[in-house]
């Protein structure tokens, strides 16, 4: 199908007029910015009560880097309509860059090579690489233009996702590689995968599992069986989802309090600044409290699906998908790993565990979505 078919239901980019910065600023999503802010203050109370007040520092500095990819977001929802598409390929180049070359003089850490010290600063590559990969799938498939894909058609944006797949995977970081995947998955999938393509990717991915499984690290393995008995090894790979758990249970209706949490400041709940901040809060805050940042969640969800529909081309709607997708994959992840449903991969729950990678992530994604907001269809030809 021809790309002017395809894209009937999108204004063309012919249709888009140069919009002055004060019309960007009144478009410009504030309620979404709201919703974020509402989360990361939570995320603040907690991780306060994680570290403990002789650790304030850490809360400073997170409050310092919420500041600062705040201001990141506006920056990157301002800019030119097509600037984002015109240099996507680049920008994924220049992180896969980034990647190859964490593989060869990157920083080691827990075990992990992941960091890449720039000057004065510590990035983790593979953290970009998540909004990277999800503007240079839509690029493609944005020039591509057709309604159903096969796949055949699929084999090019097979090798974008399988080149920093292969490097994460190396690191090693089976919670990025897997998130990664899914975010890619979810790209293809609103392009237009025919229903055979989807029935043969059902076939495909079952029947690789134990070539899968045989690349895994044998830690990676125990993880994985953990979760369906974590009591086999209460004092080893089961320790972190039993004190989870514990934390989530013991929180009950309202909680225990601020800094009331037994597990969290009785050093029984490992991680509890970064990847099972969450349990720290169900178990201070109880059933309410971890509901409410759901709630805050669920909304910033919304308001990225209606910004989704009202994207003014398929560039725009992949974008937002894929960038949504992250944010809603990572959410769906950590509470499901700290509340013992998926297995424990690592990966921190947006706006509220401590960290500046993930943070810079989530809030960049952010800033790309309000920027299809601000050139959604929505406002049409009426500027």
Same mark, same amino acid.
């Given at each position: ?20 910065? #004060? ?10 910015? +709201?919703? @974020? =802010?509402?989360? *990361?203050?939570? %995320?603040? &109370? ?38 984002? #598409? ?10 896969? +860059?980034? @990647? =190859?070359?964490? *593989?060869?003089? %990157?920083? &080691? ?20 690489m998540k909004a990277a990969i999800v503007l240079a799938l839509a690029r493609y498939f944005h020039d591509q233009s057709v309604a159903k894909l ?11 996702? @399988? ?61 994985? @069986? ?110 499901g790993m700290v509340i013992g449903l998926l297995p424990v991969v690592g990966i921190p729950l947006p706006l509220v565990s401590y960290g500046g990678s993930s943070m810079m992530t989530i809030m960049l994604a952010m800033g790309l979505l ?14």
């Amino acid at each position: 199908m021809s790309r002017a078919n395809d894209n009937k239901n999108f204004l063309s980019s012919e249709d888009a007029v140069a919009l002055r910065l #004060r019309e960007r600023l009144v478009r410009f999503p504030w309620g979404l910015m +709201l919703l @974020l =802010t509402l989360a *990361a203050c939570i %995320g603040f &109370i907690v991780l306060l009560s994680a570290v403990g007040k002789h650790n304030v520092n850490m809360l400073i500095s997170q409050v310092i880097r919420f500041s600062f990819t705040l201001i990141l977001m506006v920056v990157l929802a301002m800019a030119n309509e097509k600037v984002y #598409r015109r240099y996507a390929y680049l920008v994924y180049g220049l992180i896969l +860059l980034m @990647l =190859t070359a964490v *593989a060869v003089m %990157g920083d &080691i850490g827990m075990g992990a090579r992941r960091w890449l010290e720039i000057g004065f600063v510590r990035l983790q590559p593979s953290e970009m690489m998540k909004a990277a990969i999800v503007l240079a799938l839509a690029r493609y498939f944005h020039d591509q233009s057709v309604a159903k894909l096969r796949l055949r058609d699929i084999l090019i944006p097979l090798g974008i996702i @399988l080149a920093p797949l292969v490097l994460i995977v190396h690191q090693p970081d089976l919670g990025t590689a897997v998130l990664l995947a899914v975010i890619s998955g979810a790209v293809i999938f609103v392009a237009g995968l025919s229903w055979n393509a989807i029935l043969a990717i059902f076939i495909i991915i079952p029947a690789s599992t134990p070539l899968f499984w045989n690349l895994l690290h044998d830690y990676q393995k125990r993880r994985i @069986l953990t979760l369906f008995f974590p009591e086999g090894d209460p004092l080893g790979a089961g320790y972190h989802i039993i004190q989870s758990k514990i934390a989530v249970g013991s929180g009950g209706l309202t909680g225990k309090g601020f800094m009331g949490g037994s597990q969290s400041h009785l050093d029984f709940l490992p991680e509890r600044h970064t990847d099972f901040i969450f349990s720290v809060l169900a178990e201070e805050w109880g059933f309410m409290g971890a509901m409410t940042l759901i709630v805050i969640y669920g909304l910033i969800t919304l308001r990225g699906l209606t910004i989704a529909a009202m994207a003014r081309d398929r560039f725009g709607l992949l974008l937002a998908s894929g960038l949504l997708s992250l944010f809603l994959f990572q959410v769906v992840i950590n509470i499901g790993m700290v509340i013992g449903l998926l297995p424990v991969v690592g990966i921190p729950l947006p706006l509220v565990s401590y960290g500046g990678s993930s943070m810079m992530t989530i809030m960049l994604a952010m800033g790309l979505l309000a920027h299809v907001s601000i050139h959604s269809k929505q406002h049409g030809r009426a500027v």
